[in-house]
């Protein structure tokens, strides 16, 4: 294993923004329920989940961008100073598809969000509560907008084999957020430290992305002018089929902490939200190896280069769930010696509910890797299971928080992968067999 091309600019400038999550995260978790009440605590956790309904305003187009963007750019590269030259029909249509993205994601913005904004004001004045929470949650809702637009944009420039200058970005994102969420706990502000950040991570994005890619962006505005491409009929075959496997990925994993806030009460939601955050960061930092190959398989896709892109993917996701399963065991040992000394990991669930959530994560980073391999040929085998699985969770979840004790919240979770893991895994291998 060559150690040098392992760890290139893509997996150094990914490992330390991961990083820096994994010493950012632990710290605000600690951090939250200190300068939280019980109650905001499940505000918050409640805010973040009803802001995941953002992800009917994506619908999959992000991971379509980064796609597409890096199909063109396999016949491309970018000079020292970000603008980027190669071939010129591969550029025209790189920078009509910027052009269509735009236009896609405004409009998506303008339907979707002022919709979250209505659901989640039902839902969370559906309780008497002192906590002061609606104006706190119409700043985040518009500050979504804007991580909405940043995001979209950033997968676009990500395609173009940019893994570490956006991860770069990414990071420098994650500080501020981070430092203002600091200073805003601290100092009192509850609630207003969640939307206020992310206002000012979005706004630093903003700077960031307008920074580095501003000469990019307008050489790709200036190329469009004058220049069509029917994207729209290129993509739709597959943006439905995106848009069911991800808006399925709403119910099958933001669900939980609305439905404990609703069945259960605020003090159990800051629970589930604050373990699901817990398993989220180890899977982020352990889903680091395939994010840093993604544009490249695309390219490789591209170039029909299938002996490369079959090394790469099996090399990095092993290395993956690798990690996963070491950052489990690691916390899990931190959590069974500091359990006497940290009364804040009374925040947490039960042992056997967060070993649950742990183990439904495992599942689906192998079922993400699987499905990051067969999308890199423009394709989207996994309606039907997505499907299942959101249908299934969702019920499963529903009934057992109307009819069953809190400790068997996330049973439906870890069941629905007995059935989808094998599913995915058939599915990959035949996927393999037709296509290298």
């Not at 305003?57 to 970018?78: K, P, R």
């Not at 069509?228 to 902490?257: C, D, Q, V």
């Not at 604050?274 to 180890?282: D, K, N």
């Not at 990690?323 to 039960?350: E, N």
Request: aromatic residues 16%; hydrophobic residues 55%; positive net charge.
């Amino acid at each position: 294993m060559n150690l040098k091309s392992l760890f290139n600019k893509d997996f150094r400038h990914t490992a330390i923004n991961q990083i820096w999550r994994l010493f950012s995260g632990p710290l605000l978790l600690v951090l939250l329920p200190l300068y939280l009440t019980p109650e905001a605590q499940g505000y918050w956790y409640t805010f973040v989940s009803l802001a995941a309904l953002a992800i009917f305003a994506d619908m999959g187009f992000s991971a379509i961008l980064l796609l597409f963007s890096a199909h063109e750019f396999a016949h491309l590269n970018f000079r020292s100073d970000k603008t980027i030259t190669g071939d010129e029909y591969h550029l025209i249509r790189l920078a009509t598809l910027l052009r269509f993205s735009a236009k896609w994601s405004s409009l998506m913005a303008l339907i979707v969000f002022p919709i979250v904004l209505i659901i989640g004001y039902t839902i969370l004045n559906a309780r008497d509560t002192t906590t002061d929470w609606k104006l706190a949650w119409l700043i985040y809702g518009a500050a979504s907008v804007f991580v909405f637009i940043n995001s979209m944009v950033l997968s676009f420039i990500e395609g173009c084999n940019s893994v570490g200058d956006v991860q770069k970005i990414r990071f420098h994102i994650s500080v501020v957020t981070f430092i203002t969420t600091l200073i805003l706990l601290v100092t009192g502000a509850s609630l207003y430290a969640l939307s206020l950040s992310l206002l000012a991570g979005a706004l630093a994005g903003t700077a960031l992305i307008t920074f580095h890619y501003n000469r990019m962006l307008y050489q790709l505005y200036q190329k469009a002018t004058g220049e069509s491409h029917p994207w729209m009929r290129e993509i739709m075959p597959l943006i439905w089929r995106f848009a069911i496997s991800w808006i399925s990925g709403y119910f099958i994993f933001s669900i939980f902490t609305p439905l404990a806030f609703h069945y259960y009460g605020t003090i159990d939601a800051g629970k589930v939200g604050l373990s699901i955050a817990v398993c989220l960061a180890i899977f982020s930092i352990a889903n680091i190896w395939i994010t840093i190959i993604t544009p490249r398989m695309n390219i490789y896709v591209a170039q029909k280069e299938y002996v490369k892109l079959n090394s790469d993917f099996n090399k990095h996701a092993l290395l993956a769930i690798m990690t996963y399963i070491l950052g489990i065991t690691a916390l899990y040992i931190a959590l069974s010696f500091f359990q006497d000394y940290l009364p804040i990991l009374d925040r947490l669930l039960p042992t056997a509910s967060f070993l649950i959530i742990a183990l439904a994560y495992l599942a689906q980073l192998t079922i993400n890797s699987m499905a990051v391999y067969m999308r890199a040929q423009k394709k989207e085998p996994l309606v039907a299971v997505s499907v299942f699985n959101g249908i299934y969770v969702s019920i499963t979840t529903a009934l057992i928080a109307i009819y069953l004790p809190f400790e068997y919240f996330f049973l439906g979770f870890l069941s629905a992968y007995l059935i989808v893991l094998p599913w995915v895994y058939y599915l990959f291998i035949r996927h393999k067999e037709t296509h290298s």
